[in-house]
């Protein structure tokens, strides 16, 4: 899709006096992971970090908020996301790591099999 035909329409969907949708929300979520290309930020982890964050804002909401979504796939998106968030933080040399007292298991790593 041509990026301008999607910031048209979700200009338009933005300005609508409606409640935001799923798809609504997870498009303005990449086009304004896409704007931080034309911001000069003082630090430059900023962007990345926020680009990642805003990636997995846009996917729970996806995975959550469309109409017949499940509930079951929650597990799914959940860990997906902490992935997702443990790359990004790792880049800055910090990790997800559950709660001693919290009872989650450690996160299945990229790296480590899934099969």
């Known amino acids: 899709m041509d990026p301008t035909d999607l ?4 200009a338009e969907k933005l300005s609508a006096n409606e409640p935001m949708d799923a798809q609504t929300f ?4 990449f086009m ?9 930020l003082t630090v430059l982890e900023a962007a990345p970090l926020t680009r990642r964050l805003l990636r997995v804002a846009g996917r729970i909401v996806i995975d959550t908020g469309l109409q017949g ?11 997906m996301a902490l992935l997702w968030i443990d790359e990004g ?15 989650r298991p450690e996160l299945k790593r ?6």
């Open 26 to 29: 997870n498009a303005a979520c």
């Open 7 to 10: 910031r048209a329409g979700l």
């Open 32 to 40: 304004l992971s896409r704007a931080l290309e034309g911001l000069e």
């Open 110 to 115: 990229s790296e480590e099999d899934w099969g």
């Open 69 to 79: 979504s499940s509930p079951a796939t929650w597990a799914n998106t959940e860990a």
């Open 89 to 103: 933080l790792r880049d800055l040399g910090y990790e997800v790591r559950p709660s001693p007292d919290g009872g």
